[in-house]
């Protein structure tokens, strides 16, 4: 599997591009604000044919570019169902202190097709098998994606697991008490060797978040 890192313009967000190889078909995932120009110069220069954009939840810094992606591609959007209205309005994920920080002077439009995904749920694109995993508390639709390549296991994160970290729950649609149910119940079950790719920062790996992740310690100790 090959997977390509953008970092976007504001907040530090990843945005990954899986595929099986150059040439080949490949997955949008997370496409935030500035990086519709930088992910067309890498498609043309790896020679990859988006098939869908994934969104692991519905804040701007992770939609942003998610119109204009769908759009040129002529693919639809895929987002757990209960995040699925901030395609709609995304101001309602921010509250207005955040959304000046992004800009007002935002114009606005939903991608043409959005597909709702469902907890558990299997889907099948360019060739990878990805599984929904609903783990709400950063927001109320935010989703873990787990997938298998030939090197081992793959979660993208989005704003739920980082790095030494989680996600914030002070944001319209967080909680606290889902994230830690969330962490409890869906992360700490993964496999050690899962490589997780988070919403920001750097990629890792389960055991290493189990062994020093101090929010994944204190799930564990109260498992």
Do not use: Q
């Amino acid at each position: 599997m090959l997977i390509e890192t953008l970092v976007a313009d504001a907040f530090g967000t990843n945005c990954y591009v899986l595929s099986a190889g150059p040439g080949s078909e490949c997955v949008v995932v997370d496409p935030g604000i500035g990086i519709a120009p930088r992910l067309e110069d890498l498609l043309a220069d790896r020679g990859l044919k988006p098939v869908a954009v994934i969104l692991t939840h519905g804040h701007l810094d992770h939609t942003f570019s998610v119109t204009p992606v769908c759009g040129a591609n002529d693919v639809p959007a895929l987002i757990h169902a209960d995040d699925a209205h901030l395609l709609a309005d995304p101001t309602r994920g921010f509250g207005a202190n955040m959304m000046s920080l992004v800009g007002t002077g935002l114009e606005w439009t939903e991608p043409d097709e959005v597909r709702a995904l469902d907890d558990g749920g299997d889907f099948e694109l360019a060739g990878m098998r990805f599984t929904v995993d609903h783990a709400p508390g950063h927001t109320a639709g935010s989703a873990m994606f787990h997938t298998a390549g030939d090197e081992g296991l793959y979660t993208l994160s989005g704003d739920v697991l980082f790095r030494g970290a989680i996600g914030r729950t002070d944001l319209p649609g967080g909680s606290e008490t889902a994230m830690w149910d969330s962490l409890r119940r869906k992360v700490l079950p993964l496999d050690d060797a899962t490589v997780v790719l988070p919403g920001h920062g750097p990629s890792t790996t389960i055991a290493a978040e189990r062994a020093r992740n101090p929010y994944l310690k204190r799930a564990a100790a109260h498992h």
